[in-house]
Every structure is written in C-alpha cells, then in structure tokens.
C-alpha cells in the first residue's frame, strides 16, 4: 500500500491521488492536450461507427454481421498500431442464425404492407404463406386451451398493449439536480441492504410465469399445427422493441416460425379480427441455422506497455460488439465499441508510451447473458463459481466499460468502490467544461463490468446522457447512426482515452473492494 493510499484512506476521500493536470509535469499536461486535440479535432470515431452499423450490419450472437465485424475490428485495430490483434474464443455459445428475407402485409380486407421482423432463433415459413389470422389472448393455461382445435393452418395473432401518447420528448440528458443527486447516494451498510422487496419478488415471480405460459403457448400452437406466430412487445410510432428470441442452444427443440410487430400494426389485424372481419396475410421469412462453430468470441488487441515492472500490468477497456438484429445496433452497442476504438486510436495517435499495457476487448454474446466478458474473466481471471483466482488476476489495474447508449459521459458508476471515487473525481476534473462531472458510489448493473466486479476486479460503467435509449433505440428496429450524435462520442473517447491512460501511468493498480465469496449459481 502506497503512502498517498494511506494517507487517503486515513484522511477519507479529502486527499486523493495527483491527476495528469496536477502531476504538474509538461508532459502529463501535454497528453492531456494531444489526447483531447486529437479526439476532438481528427476525430474517427463516427466513420467507425459507420462501419459496426452500416458496413457488418446487425451483430446478433454468432451471426454473419457479428463474424464480418470481429474481423473488420481485428484488422482495424491492428491498422492503427495495436499488437495482438485476436478473435479470441470464450468458450460454447449455440447455433449462429442469419435472416435471408422476411416479409410480411396484410392481403384482405384490402393490402398494406407491415412492419416486423423475425425472432431470433426462429425458423424459415418454407416458402410464402397466405394465410388466415386468428386471434389468441390468453393469460392462464385454461384460457390458452381454450383453442384448442381452432389453429390449424392458421396464423395466431398475440395480443399486445396499445401504446399511448407522449407528450415527453424522446431524448433527455441528465439535469444537475439528478447529477447531484447521484453523487449524493451513500450506499447502505451491507448488513442494512434490505433483502429484495416482497414487490421486486412478486414482479419476478409474474415475469418468470408470463415466460413460462408463453413457452407453453408456442408449444400448443405447434402441436396444434398453426402456420406461424405474430407477436409484439410494444413501442410506438412504428419502433418495436424486439425480445430475447427463441432458444439457440445446439438442441433447442422446435418452434413455429415467428415475426415481431410494431404494436400498430398488431393491433390493427387484431381489432379488423375481433370485429368479424376475415383478414388475410401474407408472409415469408427465409432464416438459417449454423451449427458448424457453435462458440463464442471476443476481439482484443493491445498497446504495450514501456515500463519495466508495471507494463506485465493491464489496464482494459471494452464493450460489447454483438447487437440485436432489427436494425444495425447503433447504441446498443456499436456507440460502446467506436468510442472505444477511438480511445485506443486516440492514444496510439498522440503517440503515448504507457507504463502498463492496455488491452481493448470487444465482447460477443453480451445480450443473451454478458457471455463474452464472464467467459473471458473464467479463462484469464477467476471463475466466479469457485474464486479460485489465475495468475492474470493481481494484474489487472482497472477495467472501463460502456454500454448505456450514444450519450456522453456525464461521470462513472463506482460501483461502491470508495478508494476509486475520489481518484475519479480529480480525473474528471479536466472534462468539467464539457459536463463530465460525477462520480457516484451507486452501482450500475446489466453490463459487461459486472463480469470484472463479479470476481472482485475494479470493473466500472460510465455514466451517460440517457438521451432516447430507453424510449426509442435500446433493442428496438429504430437502432440505428442517426441515433449517435458526433460531439457526444467525440467526448466520450478523450474522456475514456483520458482515464485509461491515467490508470496505465500511475503507480498503483486503482484500489478494489474485498474479494468476494465463491457463488457456485455463477457457473457457467
Ligand atoms: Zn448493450
């Protein structure tokens, strides 16, 4: 433990390490200037993003669109000077699934074209189906065998809640009312945390039983011979958010071919149906399995480290690379992977020398189970089942994520981490001016530094303008470049670019938390 750890300790968060402005030296000073010069005026960042959307496409788990973006980012990364440049297997994942066509309208009472796509995992119609609509709304098993005998050939219309009007604007950004209070949150003594709330566990319980009746829904309408499901999961406006897909495992048993619906167009065929008039589709998705690779993958590369002791050290970035497959997964994640990118292209620019070496990885499989990070934690840092820790283990320093979106960085999650939060906040300290403010000890879930934090590494999650995730682009066939806006991911590279190499230039690896206990339920 190094003096100005103790002294922070002991004096609690008052005195924190020095940042690159205060070290003082011209040179510290001086890569803080190359690193926001060069992000901010050659920036590249956006004709990365153009190429993980527009250029792979959709990036679903084991896709073609996922495969062209591995190599596309290996090659990329490699380009700009990184050594070690590998599309590195996790470990098993499933069956890769790749769309050839899907389309979908309404043929009687009259023609109209409508808007869906695919869930994932599910097979091709074989061919075009034109086909009558029935409508199923079932909310028990009694009620859902109440069809029994009436879905023959027929194409079951599933019910779907009726978006509302919003007098919201889509896109906001954090106020500094709710900034504060964020850096305000004193997280709970341990023994305090009050165990999940009867809600939070009855909500899970109605979730975990909605699931359920609709496996056995898509079970019933195969056996009962249906020619295809069409369901929703809400939105508006046209923008439907699309679910986890039907199982990929290698032995997942049969489904019936499926498509996702915006809600107006779902709602429409069922109120035509439910008023007695015959409606008419006509449908035909083609869909491919691939069973030859079933593993996963994560891109890495590196920049060396110049320091004698502490370049056998990391420091790691990352996001994930994988995305759902209705559009092209702007945010969601290809805005985490460019800033990324630009981070390290950033540093490599600016021609800096760092003591550790920084490693970027661009996960797989994030969205089916944060796979591609847990299984490159199990292989290089400890299994969270058993917390037998490997060798690479002591050697992490820290590791940033990204995954909330297109929005700037408005601070980072300490995830309860109190040593790192005050090292934080001078780190900020350069980035005031453009709204990088906050460091807050909450913790922030759902993403890939959970994987790091889960084994007791100094794993964190930046805070970001929410802008319209949540209500337009997270998951949705609206995920699209014109949901990233340049200055917000121009801002988010230096300041990532900026943190990174503050953690590679300083003494000490940043401070962790105790080490957790071994949690056998993690097993992967
Ligand atoms: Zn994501």
């Known amino acids: 433990m190094n003096a100005f750890r103790l002294l922070a300790l002991a004096g609690g968060l008052a005195v924190a390490a020095p940042s690159l402005a205060q070290q003082g030296t011209k040179a ?25 959307t527009d250029v792979c496409g959709p990036r679903l788990a084991n896709s073609e669109g996922l495969n062209r973006a591995n190599q596309w980012t290996q090659k990329q990364l490699t380009s700009w000077g990184l050594t070690k440049a590998t599309i590195e297997p996790w470990g098993t994942f499933g069956r890769g699934w790749d769309i050839d066509k899907s389309y979908v309208a309404m043929t009687a009472p009259y023609y109209h074209t409508l808007i869906g796509a695919p869930k994932a995992w599910t097979p091709s119609t074989n061919g075009v189906l034109k086909k009558q609509v029935v409508v199923v709304k079932a909310t028990t098993e009694a009620e859902l065998y109440k069809y029994k005998g009436q879905l023959r050939d027929k194409i079951v219309l599933l019910d779907v809640t009726a978006p509302k009007t919003s007098f919201e604007a889509d896109a906001k950004r954090y106020s500094d009312d709710e900034l504060q209070k964020m850096a305000a949150f004193k997280p709970e003594a341990p023994a305090a945390a009050a165990p999940a709330s009867a809600e939070m566990e009855q909500r899970m319980a109605q979730r975990r039983a909605l699931l359920a009746l609709r496996t ?34 290698a032995d997942a048993k ?11 167009d779902q709602l429409r065929l069922i109120r035509l149906a439910e008023a007695g008039i015959p409606v008419e589709l006509e449908l035909e998705t083609r869909t491919r399995f691939q069973t030859q690779d079933l593993k996963g993958y994560n891109v890495v590369a590196e920049i060396p480290g110049t320091d004698k002791k502490l370049k056998s050290e990391i420091v790691m970035l990352g996001a994930h690379l994988d995305s759902w497959h209705a559009a092209t997964g702007a945010t969601d994640n290809a805005a985490g992977c460019a800033v990324m990118m630009e981070a390290v292209r950033i540093l490599k620019a600016a021609g800096v020398q760092p003591r550790r070496t920084i490693r970027i990885a661009l996960w797989g499989e994030e969205e089916q189970g944060l796979f591609g990070s847990r299984g490159y934690v199990k292989n290089h840092f400890a299994d969270p089942a058993t917390m037998k820790l490997l060798p690479e283990h002591e050697k992490l320093a820290a590791y940033f994520n990204l995954d909330n979106g297109a929005g700037k960085i408005r601070g980072i999650y300490a995830q309860g981490n109190e040593a790192a939060a005050s090292i934080f906040q001078e780190w900020l300290k350069p980035f005031a001016d453009m709204g990088a403010t906050t460091v807050t000890l909450r913790n922030t879930g759902g993403t890939d530094h959970l994987s790091f934090d889960a084994v007791g590494l100094p794993g964190f999650q930046f805070i970001q303008d929410p802008l319209d995730y949540g ?9 699209t470049y014109e949901r990233l806006p340049a200055d917000d991911l121009k801002q988010a590279s230096v300041v990532v670019a900026s943190f990174v190499y503050q953690a590679a230039m300083r003494d000490a690896k940043l401070p962790r938390k105790p080490l957790p206990a071994a949690k056998p339920e993690q097993r992967m």
């Open 471 to 479: 209500t337009r682009t997270h998951h949705t066939n609206m995920d």
């Open 254 to 264: 049969p489904v019936l071919p499926e498509l996702e619906m915006a809600p107006e």
């Open 216 to 249: 056995k829904m898509s079970d019933m309408m195969l056996s009962e011979g249906a020619a295809a499901i069409l369901s929703s999961r809400g939105g508006s406006d046209g923008t439907f958010f699309t679910s986890n897909g039907a199982p990929y495992a």
């Open 28 to 52: 510290d000073q001086a890569t803080l200037a190359k690193i926001k010069d060069e992000g901010l005026n050659r920036s590249r960042v956006m004709e990365t993003a153009f190429y993980l």
